[in-house]
């Protein structure tokens, strides 16, 4: 195997020696500079990306031509010597991927893209650096050569940021930043807001708007004309679910307006190319605001992770009045209105502490105020008591009652969790939110014994 590859490398190497020196012929010295790209955004700061590659180099007219380096007597000894290879000589000029997607190939055009440009690039130079060539061939023909590759579903999270990269949870799965190249299928099929950049080929992404949850497949590398009597499709998406139960944890846990958005499908950036784009499920999605983003600090990394299981428990998704309680608590978290955020809260707050417990009254701002303060008086979080509580959740319930109605507004006098007097119907509402986000967490304790401070 060693002889085979010495062969096959010095092989490759004449042929691109012969390649640099018809370079220095042409033209000298290699060119550099922004080169357009309609295929790929490339990051061009923290937030902005652009279809244009910086500091490029400009290849001469013939490289990229069908069949030009064959004209080389060196390539017909590339050949032969990928001939005498049982699996390299399957990936020679032949369609290349998984059983559900392959492509056509053109070997002279990979070891353009994958051989000699990367040497050129190392050394700004058309001089044949030796140390370069076998590094950057080594790592090229181990990829190529690969059996399995890897494809990574990502789902992009919007209005969302944290101290804690990777975040790791169960099953494999993997909340973090996207790379460059997952950003540009990102921005691609609209998965992040793409904001105004000014020109056609420019995109903003907010930095609150570059993570995903991320989990990996692993297929075996398909290469040639074999026939697949039933090919079977990629497992994707599976993510839906998975994505759902976190955003509701985080807003939990962190509060904010994270979203989940869509899920998308693309090899692993460290790996030959053999599926060379990516997919994406178009799916209908919300709009996170990232003046209220939802951060994960890493002290609260375990709590996260333990609402998240506990919200998959099958005892939990049967709760059906917590289930209620849930979805509103998390409807409010993406309303841009307070108005309708304190709505929703109190929709929640009518959930999980009346229907649960079979209360059917018409006067519902008293019990569900003496609920909440008696679930919550002595919550660590929270730093408050009975007397607080109820006195707020009536106030809040009444505000929330002249909204549904149309009652004219200011509401009646606002005051916080606190006791303070406020105008601000925005210090009322995140007041709201948190009592809701305990007391959600404290039921879902009853569930699963896992600390909530």
């Known amino acids: 195997m060693n002889m085979r590859f010495e062969r096959r490398r010095d092989a490759v190497a004449a042929l691109v020696r012969a390649v640099l020196d018809q370079f220095v012929?042409?033209?000298?010295?290699?060119?550099?500079?922004?080169?357009?790209?309609?295929?790929?955004?490339?990051?061009?700061g923290q937030e902005t990306f652009v279809g244009v590659q910086r500091d490029a180099w400009t290849m001469p007219p013939g490289l990229p031509h069908h069949g030009w380096m064959d004209k080389f007597p060196e390539m017909t000894k590339v050949r032969e010597a990928y001939a005498a290879d049982p699996v390299l000589r399957d990936r020679v000029d032949t369609s290349m991927g998984t059983e559900f997607s392959r492509a056509g190939t053109n070997f002279c055009w990979i070891l353009a893209q994958h051989v000699i440009e990367p040497l050129v690039a190392a050394s700004r130079s058309y001089l044949f650096d030796e140390i370069a060539f076998d590094r950057i061939y080594r790592d090229f023909e181990t990829k190529f050569r690969a059996m399995h590759l890897h494809m990574i579903e990502f789902r992009a999270f919007n209005g969302f940021d944290s101290t804690e990269d990777p975040f790791l949870l169960p099953d494999g799965l993997i909340l973090q930043r996207m790379t460059d190249s997952q950003l540009s299928v990102a921005i691609y099929n609209n998965a992040v807001p793409r904001l105004d950049g000014g020109a056609v080929n420019n995109a903003h992404v907010h930095r609150y708007d570059q993570w995903a949850l991320m989990t990996t497949h692993e297929y075996p590398v398909i290469a040639g004309d074999h026939q697949i009597d039933t090919p079977r499709p990629?497992?994707?998406?599976?993510?839906?679910?998975?994505?759902?139960?976190?955003?509701?944890a985080l807003r939990l846990v962190c509060g904010g307006s994270?979203?989940?958005?869509?899920?998308?499908?693309?090899?692993?950036?460290?790996?030959?190319?053999?599926?060379?784009?990516?997919?994406?499920?178009?799916?209908?999605?919300?709009?996170?605001?990232?003046?209220?983003p939802t951060i994960l600090?890493?002290?609260?990394?375990?709590?996260?992770?333990?609402?998240?299981?506990?919200?998959?428990l099958p005892e939990v998704q049967a709760d059906k009045s917590l289930q209620v309680a849930i979805r509103r608590l998390v409807f409010a978290g993406s309303r841009n209105l307070d108005n309708d955020r304190l709505v929703d809260l109190m929709t929640s707050a009518e959930a999980l502490f009346l229907k649960r417990t079979n209360q059917n009254t018409t006067a519902k701002a008293a019990p569900v105020a003496q609920a909440a303060a008696a679930l919550l008086a002595s919550d660590p979080e929270l730093g408050t008591d009975g007397t607080h509580l109820e006195r707020f959740m009536k106030m809040a319930y009444r505000a929330r009652n002249a909204e549904m109605h149309g009652d004219d507004q200011p509401y009646a006098p606002l005051h916080r969790l606190?006791?303070?007097?406020?105008?601000?119907?925005?210090?009322?509402?995140?007041?709201?939110e948190r009592i809701m986000r305990r007391a959600i967490s404290a039921v879902l304790h009853q569930h699963a014994a896992w600390p909530i401070a």
Do not use: C, K
């Open 25 to 44: 012929q042409d033209e000298g010295q290699p060119r550099f500079g922004p080169r357009m790209d309609n295929w790929r955004w490339w990051r061009h």
């Open 234 to 248: 990629a497992l994707f998406p599976v993510l839906d679910e998975p994505a759902a139960r976190l955003v509701t």
């Open 258 to 292: 994270g979203i989940a958005t869509r899920s998308m499908f693309a090899q692993a950036d460290d790996e030959f190319p053999f599926v060379p784009s990516g997919t994406a499920i178009l799916t209908a999605f919300t709009g996170a605001d990232n003046d209220r």
């Open 297 to 312: 600090l890493s002290t609260a990394a375990d709590t996260v992770r333990n609402v998240y299981t506990a919200l998959g």
């Open 418 to 432: 606190s006791g303070a007097p406020t105008s601000s119907l925005a210090h009322v509402v995140a007041d709201a």
